[in-house]
């Protein structure tokens, strides 16, 4: 299993500063600098572009990142890459 990498000097406009942003491993093996990031703020997940700080990070609750996860899990999102 691999790991999640950690996201240096990515601080988005509406999240706090200091918050630990990790991204897919698999976006370093494809050399992908565009990448979406996450961060654990309090109960909640931060999503936000890795390369756009202008941008403000979604925010969502561990219960929906856990839903869409097992969703993608399951193959619902699949279409997405098609």
């Known amino acids: 299993m691999s790991q999640a990498v950690t ?3 990515y601080n988005p406009v509406g999240a706090p500063a200091g918050l ?3 991204k897919s491993s698999r976006s ?3 050399h992908l600098d565009d990448s979406i ?13 890795t390369t756009d700080e202008s941008q403000v990070p979604l ?3 561990r219960t929906k ?10 193959g619902e999102f699949d279409y997405l890459l098609d």
């Open 7 to 9: 996201v240096h000097n």
């Open 20 to 22: 630990d942003w990790r």
């Open 28 to 30: 370093n093996q494809q």
């Open 37 to 49: 990031g996450f961060a654990i703020e309090g109960d909640s997940i931060r999503i936000g572009i």
């Open 59 to 61: 925010t969502a609750t």
């Open 65 to 74: 990142i856990r839903a869409m996860i097992e969703g993608a899990k399951a």
